[in-house]
């Protein structure tokens, strides 16, 4: 089950980068903190979710 949630996700990133790459001249990429975004407790499990 959990495999199959990561690829998922893992093709929806990938379409989503290949439409991001046609559509626009210009990606900006942003450092985000982590675990001050995690802190905030309505968005921690969602955020350490993401990183796995």
Known sequence: ???????????FYYKTAHKLVKEYDLIAVEDLNIRGL?????????IYDVGK
């Open 1 to 11: 089950m959990h495999q199959r949630i990561a690829r998922q996700r893992e093709n």
């Open 38 to 46: 995690a802190k905030n407790t309505k968005l921690s499990k969602s």
